[in-house]
């Protein structure tokens, strides 16, 4: 009993502090993990499945932006992807939340970038099947620049510390489509969530264009989670990069000719 209520606190009891490196469970030993650093020249061209396709939408509601002393994130419905079966069946799947994560989990040849949003979905229940992955993260890939909208709609000047949340105005418009390009190229692999128990099978989408926030807006991040002068001296709350181990990573709308990717050209 005592044993068990131990591994229960034990198993809640997990931080960012050497990033991930010092969780156990299928985080230590799992061998299809996330983040992973994408090098575009090691990617195959994503064929008919998997392929995703973006359906967010903008809808008023109160949204309430929560600080779990981790990291921050907001739940709700902000639309949806579908993910093509090998039966060029679309699914659908529904999102859940929005986790931000500073410096970027995932790396782009060889490095981060200064922070990072993964749109987590699941399954709809009417596409459930036991053969095919129930979760799905999309990631955006964020760098220094303008202003982003996105982050003014969700009063981003005015984040909760550890431990509390802000609830936004019932009128406010938080749409994943000001910060994402559907159209855009996107990376595939087969992931994980990536913080314990860092359950695998997720299908993990990371969108090929840095999206812009501003300085001053990454600030408002870096005051509660980073330590050092920029978003990159730590510890912050990112995952450290795994191991690819023997899976593939796909690139969108590409024709890979020897390493080299020349871009598909639509013909009409
Ligand atoms: C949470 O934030 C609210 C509003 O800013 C504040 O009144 C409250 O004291 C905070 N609670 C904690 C536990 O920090
Ligand atoms: C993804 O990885 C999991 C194990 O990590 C495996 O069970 C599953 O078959 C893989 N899926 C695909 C499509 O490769």
Same mark, same amino acid.
Not at 40 to 52: A, E, I, V
Not at 57 to 64: D, F, V
């Given at each position: 009993m005592i044993l068990f209520l131990i591994s229960l606190l034990t198993a809640h009891a997990w931080d960012y502090s050497q990033n991930g490196t010092n969780w156990g469970g299928k985080c230590a030993d799992g $061998?299809? !993990? =996330?983040? #992973?650093? #994408?090098?575009?020249?090691?990617?195959? =061209? $994503? +064929? /008919? =499945?998997?392929?995703? !396709?973006? @359906?967010? @939408?903008? *809808?008023?509601? =109160?949204?309430?932006?929560?600080?779990? +002393? *981790? @990291?921050?994130?907001?739940? +709700? /419905?902000? +639309? @949806?992807i579908t993910i093509r079966d090998s039966k060029s069946k679309d699914r659908k799947f529904l999102t859940t939340r929005i986790v931000f994560h500073i410096p970027s989990e995932h790396y782009f040849e060889d490095y981060p970038t200064h922070m990072e949003m993964q749109i987590h979905h699941k399954v709809d229940d009417s596409d459930y099947t036991f053969d095919f992955p129930s979760y799905a993260i999309v990631s955006v890939m964020l760098r220094p620049g303008d202003e982003s909208y996105f982050f003014t709609s969700i009063n981003v000047a005015n984040l909760p510390p550890a431990n509390n949340q802000t609830v936004l105005p019932g009128n406010s418009n938080v749409n994943l489509l000001s910060i994402v390009s559907p159209d855009d190229y996107y990376f595939f692999y087969n992931g994980s969530f990536s913080e314990p128990e860092c359950d695998e099978n997720v299908l993990r989408y990371v969108f090929e264009t840095e999206q812009w926030i501003s300085f001053n807006q990454i600030n408002y991040f870096k005051a509660l989670f980073i330590t050092g002068s920029d978003a990159f001296s730590g510890p912050g709350d990112s995952r450290a990069i795994q191991l690819l181990n023997s899976r593939d990573v796909y690139y969108s709308f590409a024709i890979t000719i020897g390493g080299l990717h020349l871009i598909a050209i639509s013909l009409f």
């Open positions: $061998l299809s !993990q =996330s983040p #992973i650093n #994408i090098k575009k020249s090691n990617t195959k =061209s $994503l +064929g /008919d =499945s998997f392929t995703m !396709q973006v @359906y967010y @939408y903008g *809808k008023t509601a =109160s949204r309430t932006v929560v600080n779990n +002393g *981790k @990291y921050m994130f907001i739940e +709700g /419905d902000f +639309g @949806y």
